[in-house]
């Protein structure tokens, strides 16, 4: 275990592992909430359009991709609230423009490859450097912040959202601000896990939790334990093994939620049947 | 418990001037939905401690009705108000509590009962401030008097319907408003939550709260209601004294089996469902299964 952190590249991998793998899961919650659990893999798709236009322009992918996947999120989340479209038709719309735009803005730029966006799909988490480390903790200390402040408003929305309109709550305002923290999220994620398994960090440590918890709150930490002991399993493994790290963080995540339908099954036999009148 | 005579007939001119404020008002009300009229020609204004019924048959427009008072779905002509204010302006929310016709529980994650009955002070919250002692205070009240108080631990999903039902009423309960809005409390309900149901809403009545609720049938409520609006085919055809259990055939929607009302729900299934956000969905689609 040593030699993992002897190493620079190494130790901000650990970092950034462990930030992805609390905030992925603490959004994925209300979003999985709120039946939008494909939502990361649209804005996910739609973020590739944000990096390519980076790399087309010169300026840091992270930054474009920010801004591009908060405006897909808006979109995708104005789509929903007006209805006239079915929300999935939307989503799938946003998938194959965001993919094709990322793959043909690369090809435009000069010197530009698809095998450019390869860490990006993929994930490369052990090329994260001092600077991302900065930008990957600064936006996810934005992120549970917002959890924090708005999680009690956010869960009354997920649950129920004519209720949380009959409450006088601001329904508009808490859908574009979790569509807007979920893009956020899928950027930080981004580098672990890349654009394509973004939204698996998203949903299976939720769904891993709701497996074991009775409370929503108990199943978010859960899930956020979970997540981060995926995403740093994973790293550890990808090290030592010598496996690509975002594929091993899902896969490692995904063996956690066959674990917890067990062992969930087992805890709520076992459990004295509830009397229900 | 008898009626108050005073509701009988609809006199809107003197309720005006009389001083107990309006708790909700809709005024030449109309509504549409993807170009089908639910509802037409509404003049509905009901005061602080009025006990009214919005009573029809399925396809009726009831629910379209109070969900259209608390500004839920927007008009197509006429207007609404809320405590004297339009939906968009009002800002005291807190003074209504709204009990959905079924618990919504959104894509899967567990939401505990008290957690769900807590959600209810969140327009008594402020954003910044942590949960109050008496926030915890309200939530444990409205837990006993709805008798979940042993439940609180446990996941809503592991509850039967009625026992759901009285989560959503200890929710509104939570926030300890003046009117209460509930959209089919007693559908699915079995008789013990009913009467439970009953004996919660008389205690509403006596400390002088404002309830409108939308009924298929009073059953154990009849004796607690004032007032009765009934609606057939989106008008209101009566507006008074709750018509009696013995006449019930004076009802529309009296019978489970809805022999006279064929169009009737056609008018809610309708097509265009296509408009509507996933929440009015769920609860459109529940109406028109309350058989």
């Given at each position: 275990?040593i ?38 893999d649209g ?7 944000g990096?390519?236009?980076g790399?087309?322009?010169?300026t840091?992918?992270v930054l ?8 897909g ?7 929903r609230a ?11 719309l946003?998938f194959?423009?965001g ?11 000069p ?9 990006y799909l ?8 001092g ?8 936006l ?5 912040g917002v959890?924090?402040?708005f ?5 009354v929305l ?14 508009r ?8 923290v ?24 939720v ?18 334990l979970?997540?981060?002991?995926a995403t ?27 674990v ?9 036999r ?7 009148i | 418990?008898?009626?108050p005579?005073a ?13 107990v ?13 993807d ?7 509404i ?11 919005v ?30 204010s ?9 003074r ?22 807590a959600?209810?002070?969140i ?40 026992q759901?039902?009285r ?19 007693t ?10 149901l ?26 607690l ?18 018509p009696?259990a ?5 009802l ?9 009302a ?6 809610a299934t ?7 956000s ?7 689609r529940t109406e028109?299964?309350?058989l």
């Amino acid at each position: 275990m040593i030699e993992l952190f002897a190493l620079d590249f190494m130790r901000y991998a650990l970092a950034a592992a462990v930030l992805v793998g609390l905030t992925a899961p603490a959004v994925g919650t209300f979003i999985v909430q709120r039946r939008l659990a494909l939502l990361g893999d649209g804005i996910g798709h739609v973020a590739l359009t944000g990096v390519a236009l980076g790399f087309l322009t010169g300026t840091a992918p992270v930054l474009t991709a920010v801004v591009v996947a908060a405006l897909g999120a808006v979109a995708i989340e104005l789509v929903r609230a007006r209805g006239r479209t079915s929300g999935d038709v939307a989503l799938a719309l946003l998938f194959y423009g965001g993919l094709a735009g990322g793959v043909m803005l690369i090809y435009l730029t000069p010197g530009g490859s698809t095998a450019s966006l390869n860490t990006y799909l993929f994930g490369a988490i052990t090329s994260v450097t001092g600077a991302d480390l900065w930008v990957i903790a600064l936006l996810a200390v934005l992120v549970l912040g917002v959890l924090a402040v708005f999680g009690r408003e956010l869960f009354v929305l997920c649950q129920d959202e004519e209720v949380a309109r009959a409450a006088g709550l601001p329904t508009r305002f808490l859908g574009l601000l979790i569509a807007v923290v979920a893009a956020v999220t899928v950027v930080v994620a981004m580098r672990a896990v890349g654009l394509l398994l973004v939204s698996a960090l998203m949903v299976v440590p939720v769904a891993t939790g709701q497996q074991l918890a009775r409370s929503f709150r108990a199943t978010m930490a859960l899930a956020m334990l979970f997540g981060v002991l995926a995403t740093v399993g994973g790293l550890t493994s990808s090290f030592y093994l010598d496996v690509p790290s975002g594929a091993a963080i899902v896969l490692l995540a995904l063996a956690g939620f066959a674990v917890a339908l067990t062992v969930g099954r087992f805890v709520r036999r076992s459990r004295p049947r509830e009397s229900t009148i | 418990m008898t009626a108050p005579v005073a509701h009988d007939a609809p006199p809107d001119g003197a309720r005006k001037a009389a001083a107990v404020p309006t708790a909700f008002r809709m005024t030449a009300g109309r509504i549409s939905l993807d170009g089908r009229e639910i509802l037409r020609g509404i003049d509905l204004a009901i005061e602080e401690g009025e006990v009214v019924a919005v009573l029809g048959a399925n396809g009726s427009g009831k629910s379209t009705l109070i969900r259209a008072l608390l500004g839920l779905i927007p008009l197509s002509g006429g207007s609404t108000e809320l405590y004297g204010s339009a939906p968009a302006r009002f800002r005291q929310w807190w003074r209504i509590g709204y009990v959905p016709q079924r618990l919504s529980v959104g894509g899967g994650v567990p939401a505990t009962v008290r957690e769900v009955v807590a959600s209810g002070r969140i327009a008594r919250q402020s954003r910044f401030r942590p949960t109050s002692a008496a926030d915890r205070h309200a939530v444990s009240r409205a837990l006993a008097e709805v008798g979940l108080g042993d439940r609180a631990g446990d996941p809503v999903q592991t509850l039967s319907g009625g026992q759901q039902q009285r989560v959503l009423i200890a929710r509104a309960l939570a926030g300890e408003p003046d009117a209460f809005v509930m959209d089919e409390p007693t559908a699915g309900v079995d008789a013990a939550s009913q009467r439970h149901l009953a004996g919660t809403l008389s205690g509403l009545v006596r400390a002088g709260r404002t309830v409108l609720l939308v009924a298929h049938e009073l059953g154990p409520l009849e004796p607690l209601i004032t007032r009765a609006v009934v609606l057939k085919e989106g008008c209101v055809v009566h507006d008074g004294l709750p018509p009696h259990a013995v006449g019930a055939h004076a009802l529309p929607g009296h019978d489970h089996v809805h022999p006279h009302a064929p169009e009737a729900p056609q008018a809610a299934t309708g097509g265009g469902m296509s408009g509507w956000s996933d929440a009015a969905i769920g609860s459109r689609r529940t109406e028109n299964l309350d058989l």
